[in-house]
């Protein structure tokens, strides 16, 4: 007999029903819906987020759509052309939109530097009814997947701002998926472009799927001073790094980027389904993991350091609770920062000095003291605001608070920390502690920070049951090291012991760049962190039955970093040749000008580097160079798709084409996608009545 099914007749259900079913059964869509939440309202109205007068203000920005904001990568050459490109070919066609609201017309975020970051509404009904919407929304997906653009929050770009990162610097980013913020970070630690950096950016998250998404990050913005890492924040392990003289010294970081887990109400615009799931024990049970986090963060921070704390969250629960307890467990040794002048244009509110604590039946307290016992494991002390002559020295109204309808932007909060000591309290307590313990067993206390320049090998472990491919630095007489650099006549002064590969055979596929800094953390902490990615691919094996003198090519995503070492196989072309490199697929020898042809009649078969000058005469001019191969009758480009694309459009050709012709693909692409799904649903369903009708004949 089949199995028996409890079946469910909705048929004269209303339309409240059938979305509250929906809900239930997890199908809800976002037009079922209601953007009402009353434990919401009166929860944050006891706080005193929002001045009374500004309450409906308040409200009224939550229920609306959040606009898409994006930013221009700063740090690369053609970063101002593209800007330029932009405002005249595609912001000017949406002014030119007859029934363009002037809600929606882009508008620059005016505490961000250069005039690099912009946000506009762009909801999907606009993208179907324009095309100039609809070109808008294609140029900013081409442009995302090549890392010129990463569309990211306009809230979300201000941490990173405040940590003011330089070149030099060692940054952890501790919670770091999906990255935006890291990819930020990154852009900074690389504004001298003309150089590999000094610095390092540790990309944490305690989430192995999540790191990937970090792996895609870095790989956009092509960084040999990334290091993507597993780790529970909260528990982060110490990192050693070897010293000049072959001694060991625990890390301490200049910046640290500390962005919490949060309950995340202050994404309500984005995140409609928040307003049927929020309910006020989020904020409580979150609060404790977020202050771990921070303590291990200030813990693993370098005395002058900075660390930013930041939520996306309105509850001060999660934000001034955590900052206030961490404040007074530091007892001086961190300080809040005033930033108030530091971005100009930004609008903002200071951090609370007072806030209530509510249990999840949503009974406000304003002291531990009337906290019933049976919420002591709920609602604990140290979530209530201090006295307020102990208050008045923390200083809490130098924290930010973002409101969703001061700037049309999601609600947030940063606290930007200095430690102005190298020790914490409690790290000395546990150094005086060791101390007495050593004194009383006449044995001399270890020393965590030195070693000898050749430790006795270990035996490699895994580290908690993990394993990734491992990372082989290429020694400086490697063969393969030796084929490349005498082919493509490499400067001696390139850093090829900082090239590695991901195994341990010979005939290795892919050749990576790291920074000096990354190195050392990988060769001194081999065995003791989870490292799941880092470097740029810069040399890869060449696919084919042919014969060349190199079997390897360089890769366009690594050809910047490399090219200033390169002495050999370096071709200018026109404008004019550079078109048809990235117009043809196969482009034969004769497609190309005569003057190119007489370049490349004696050059050996294997890959070339291509260079043309864009803007040329002009402020903005700046060199695109693209990985190429020579071959027996053609001259090709190794470049993706939408590179390609993106280097037409800095040359000034019309690229609305190719647009349309990617905009047709990803339609048929849904459409196909929607049949599909379809047709699964039809099938289940037929799969069912069968059932149902097997049963009944039973």
Known sequence: ?????????????????????????????????????????????????????????????????????????????????????????????????????ESGKPTALSWYPNELAWQLDLSRIMIRKSEAYARLHSFLISETDTGNITRQEAVSMIPPLLLDVQPHHKVLDMCAAPGSKTAQVMEMLHRKSDSL??????????????????????KRLRSTACLVTNHDAAAMPNISITKDDGSLEVLKYDRILCDVPCSGDGTLRKNID?????????????????????????????????????????????????????????????????????????????????????????????????????????????????????????????????????????????????????????????????????????????????????????????????????????????????????????DVSFPSTQLLGRCQQENKRNIYLVSKAVKNIIETNSDKI??????????????????????????????????????????????????????????????????????IKDLTKGCVILICTACPGTAEQFDIILSGRRGKATLRGYVAKQERVHYLRLCGYDVSEFEKRDRKKKTEENAADQTAAEETVKDNEETVLKEAQEEMSV
């Not at 007068?53 to 609306?64: A, G, I, P, Q, Y």
């Not at 502690?433 to 044995?443: C, I, P, V």
């Open 197 to 218: 950096p000094e610095g390092v950016v540790v990309a944490n998250d305690v989430d192995n799927k999540r790191c990937y998404m970090l792996v895609h990050q870095a």
């Open 1 to 101: 007999m089949g199995r028996k099914r409890n079946k469910k007749h909705h048929k004269n259900e209303s339309r409240t029903d059938r979305s509250q079913r929906k809900v239930e059964n997890g199908t809800t869509t976002y037009t079922d819906i209601v953007k009402t939440n009353t434990a919401f309202e009166k929860y944050y109205k006891a706080q005193g987020i929002v001045p009374e007068d500004k309450w409906d203000d308040f409200m009224r920005s939550l229920r609306t759509g959040l606009p898409v904001a994006f930013r221009i990568t700063g740090y690369l050459p053609e970063s101002n052309h593209l800007l330029n490109i932009v405002k005249s070919e595609y912001f000017k066609s949406l002014l030119s939109v007859g029934d363009n609201a």
């Open 274 to 490: 928040l307003w049927r799931k929020w309910n006020v024990a989020n904020g409580n049970s979150i609060h404790g993991l977020q202050a771990r986090i921070a303590k291990r963060g200030v813990e693993l921070l370098a005395k002058d350091g900075i660390l930013v704390y930041s939520t996306c969250s309105l509850n001060p629960l999660e934000d001034e609770a955590v900052v206030a307890n961490l404040l007074l467990q530091c007892e001086g040794a961190v300080e809040l920062v005033d930033v108030s002048d530091r971005l100009p244009g930004l609008v903002c509110s200071p951090g609370l000095s007072t806030w209530k604590v509510a249990s999840k039946d949503l009974t406000l307290y304003n002291s531990f003291e009337e906290v019933p016992e049976c919420y002591h494991t709920q609602i604990r002390q140290h979530m209530f605001p201090q006295p307020p002559d102990v208050l008045e020295k923390l200083h809490l109204e130098r924290c930010i608070r973002i409101l969703p309808h001061q700037q049309d932007t999601g609600g947030f909060f940063v606290a930007v920390l200095k430690k102005t000591s190298c020790r914490l309290p409690w790290e000395s307590q546990k150094d005086d502690k060791m101390s007495s313990l050593s004194a009383e067993s006449g044995e001399p206390k270890a020393l965590s920070t030195s070693a000898t320049k050749e430790p006795i090998p270990r035996k490699r472990r895994r580290v908690l049951g993990y394993k990734e491919d491992p990372f082989v630095f290429l020694k400086h007489d490697d063969d393969i090291w030796k084929a490349v650099r005498d082919f493509y006549k490499i």
């Open 530 to 599: 989870k490292v799941i990615n880092t470097g740029v691919r810069v040399f890869c094996r060449c696919e084919g039955k042919e014969e060349l003198d190199c079997n390897f090519r360089f890769c366009q995503e690594g050809l910047a970093t490399v090219f200033p070492y390169v002495g050999d196989r370096k071709l200018h072309i026109s404008k004019e040749d550079f078109y048809v490199l990235l117009t043809e697929e196969y482009p034969l020898e004769t497609q190309f000008s005569p003057e190119l042809q007489e370049k």
